[in-house]
T-cell receptor
């Protein structure tokens, strides 16, 4: 089955700096890659996703890039703010014509310091 | 407001006791999922259901059971066969099409007394 590795496990940046989180996946058939943000005691919230027919997607301060050849994708957060502090999860799935099963990475705890 | 409601927020189980976690959604989604989250680990899939009266085992189904009698509801039973049930349990739902985002509830934290 699919395996997703995520790095780093913790990341500390100063407010205003950029943060990058990287994930690799094992199954070349994977074609959907969402990113989730989870705050303490809450469920994960989708922040951005990308499909395999696109190499990059941006939404304000957040961007995701996908390299299908290398089987890795990355989350980029620019101009970080204290409210960006949370745990971030990447995931991958293989579309089969029905609702997909996601395989998650192990998470990155991002701390934005003042 | 549309969303996913999980209850209770906190649940305590005695040894040998079966407990049921509730998940209700009003998003009109066909597919629903149950995940388990342990510290330092990603979300692991327990069970999922594509349509009413149908469900499949995920990666860690042993000691758990589910039912899907209504589109809106997907309860998870944690049985006494699950020897290490202490975890954060998350329910999600999505439309029944290729690669649509999953929407999550705010979880139930289950602990052993």
């Amino acid at each position: 089955g699919e395996n997703v590795e995520q790095h780093p496990s913790t990341l500390s940046v100063q407010e205003g700096d950029s943060a990058v989180i990287k994930c690799t996946y094992s199954d070349s058939a994977s074609n959907y890659f969402p990113w989730y943000k989870q705050e303490l005691g809450k469920g994960p919230q989708l922040i951005i996703d990308i499909r395999s027919n696109v190499g990059e997607k941006k939404d304000q301060r957040i961007a995701v890039t996908l390299n299908k050849t290398a089987k890795h994708f990355s989350l980029h957060i620019t101009e970080t703010q204290p409210e960006d502090s949370a745990v971030y999860f990447c995931a991958a799935s293989i579309g089969t014509g029905t609702a997909s099963k996601l395989t998650f990475g192990t998470g990155t705890r991002l701390q934005v310091t003042l | 407001d549309g969303g996913i409601t999980q209850s209770p927020k906190y649940l305590f189980r005695k040894e040998g006791q079966n407990v049921t976690l509730s998940c209700e959604q009003n998003l009109n989604h066909d597919a629903m999922y149950w995940y388990r989250q342990d510290p330092g680990q990603g979300l692991r899939l327990i069970y999922y259901s594509q349509i009413v009266n149908d469900f499949q085992k995920g990666d860690i189904a042993e000691g758990y059971s589910v039912s899907r009698e209504k589109k809106e509801s997907f309860p998870l039973a944690v049985t006494s066969a699950q020897k290490n049930p202490t975890a954060f349990y998350l329910c999600a739902s999505t439309m029944r099409y290729d690669n649509q985002p999953q929407h999550f509830g705010d979880g139930t934290r289950l602990s052993i007394l």
